[in-house]
T-cell receptor
Framework: DAGITQSPRHKVTETGTPVTLRCHQTENHRYMYWYRQDPGHGLRLIHYSYGVKDTDKGEVSDGYSVSRSKTEDFLLTLESATSSQTSVYFC????????????FGDGTRLSIL | KQEVTQIPAALSVPEGENLVLNCSFTDSAIYNLQWFRQDPGKGLTSLLLIQSSQREQTSGRLNASLDKSSGRSTLYIAASQPGDSATYLCAVEAAGNKLTFGGGTRVLVKP
């Protein structure tokens, strides 16, 4: 399995608090992604990165920010969490555009009360 | 905007029967199509990747076909086993190395 670690695995927090999720990879892959998975909506791309300090928005980026200061780490931040951001968040990595599958972490289950 | 659809949403078959899972997409301008498996509470595991120039890809009991012109892909799983019970997701990759996912098909293989 690809070396992807997401932390924390579970988190419960309150509306209005800041939350940061971490994705750490040991594969030295160039591309990293954050998705959320919700019933009825499937997996949707939040943000992605194509290199250190190079990031771009996905389909559902409002309310989220990301940072990538090192190849191995990709952080997802909810500046002021809302109940609509309760979801399961997945990090994924890939090495070469259009030629290799994305590999996924085990997810972070986030509940915002 | 690319849309990916998987029908049916759920499927139940007896052990030993072949599984046929369908995926359709609206925009044929894709780099590849990927099939994933997801077990409850887990992340996604890549099964097969079909490049846009390919018609099919095979791995063991799994075979996936791609008809880009009609916007369809089919995943075949031969001689299903209870361990094949999972949710199967297809996704298409377009410009920008971004995946668009279908809603998945939840499969139950009964012993």
């Amino acid at each position: 399995d690809a070396g992807i670690t997401q932390s924390p695995r579970h988190k419960v927090t309150e509306t209005g608090t800041p939350v940061t999720l971490r994705c750490h990879q040991t594969e030295n892959h160039r591309y990293m992604y954050w998705y959320r998975q919700d019933p009825g909506h499937g997996l949707r791309l939040i943000h992605y990165s194509y290199g250190v300090k190079d990031t771009d928005k996905g389909e559902v980026s409002d309310g989220y920010s990301v940072s990538r200061s090192k190849t191995e780490d990709f952080l997802l931040t909810l500046e002021s969490a809302t109940s609509s951001q309760t979801s399961v968040y997945f990090c994924a990595i890939s090495d070469k555009q259009g030629n290799q599958p994305q590999h996924f972490g085990d997810g972070t289950r986030l509940s915002i009360l | 905007k690319q849309e990916v659809t998987q029908i049916p949403a759920a499927l139940s078959v007896p052990e030993g029967e072949n599984l046929v899972l369908n995926c359709s997409f609206t925009d044929s301008a894709i780099y590849n199509l990927q099939w994933f498996r997801q077990d409850p509470g887990k992340g996604l595991t890549s099964l097969l990747l079909i490049q846009s120039s390919q018609r099919e890809q095979t791995s063991g009991r799994l075979n996936a076909s791609l008809d880009k012109s009609s916007g369809r892909s089919t995943l075949y799983i031969a001689a299903s086993q209870p361990g094949d019970s999972a949710t199967y997701l297809c996704a298409v990759e377009a410009a920008g190395n971004k995946l668009t996912f279908g809603g998945g098909t939840r499969v139950l293989v009964k012993p």
